[in-house]
């Protein structure tokens, strides 16, 4: 005679057991701990770019003084451009002109990291051959082969709000 074959299996609930809910929540915890420093960094220099894009007008002022006048406007009224606290948006406090230097003072809205801090854009010229269109030195960046940048450098901005193009020898 045949007997019907029993299933000796354990009965087993589905779903997951809370050790394995909890290893699961562990590891998107640290997924998300290593994503955040990456999307500050990117925020930081978001709010640096925005800055450089919102002084255009500025640079356009310097280039034209120095076009005219062969020589670099000392500050905001000798480019033609209003006071240093009336140039301003979501993140930048003031803008101010030096011996050409643009100087961007971040601010108002822009995170705690760079409010208050500095990026300086410095126009460099050939010395002696004013026809020679002007190019931008942004922060810490080399000054291009035969150019001369004009103004100081006050970039205190800290390094990792600095793009990549206002960097320096090695990043600095």
Request: charged residues 15%; proline residues 8%.
């Amino acid at each position: 005679m045949n007997h019907p074959q029993h299933s000796c299996s354990l009965y087993r609930p589905q779903g997951f057991t809370m050790i394995e809910m909890m290893m699961v929540v562990a590891v998107v915890a640290v997924l998300a701990l290593m994503a955040l420093p990456s999307y500050q960094d990117r925020m930081l220099r978001t709010q640096v770019k925005e800055g450089q894009a919102m002084v255009e007008f500025v640079k356009q002022a310097v280039a034209v003084h120095y076009a005219l006048k062969k020589t670099m406007p000392t500050d905001n009224a000798a480019a033609g451009l209003p006071p240093e606290d009336r140039i301003v948006s979501t993140n930048v406090a003031k803008v101010t002109v030096a011996g050409g230097a643009v100087n961007i003072v971040y601010g108002n809205k822009a995170n705690k990291a760079i409010a208050g801090k500095i990026l300086t854009l410095r126009p460099a010229i050939v010395p002696d051959f004013p026809q020679v269109p002007i190019a931008w030195v942004c922060g810490k960046a080399k000054v291009p082969d035969k150019m001369t940048a004009q103004g100081t450098n006050a970039t205190n901005i800290p390094a990792i709000a600095t793009p990549l193009d206002c960097m320096g020898p090695a990043g600095s």
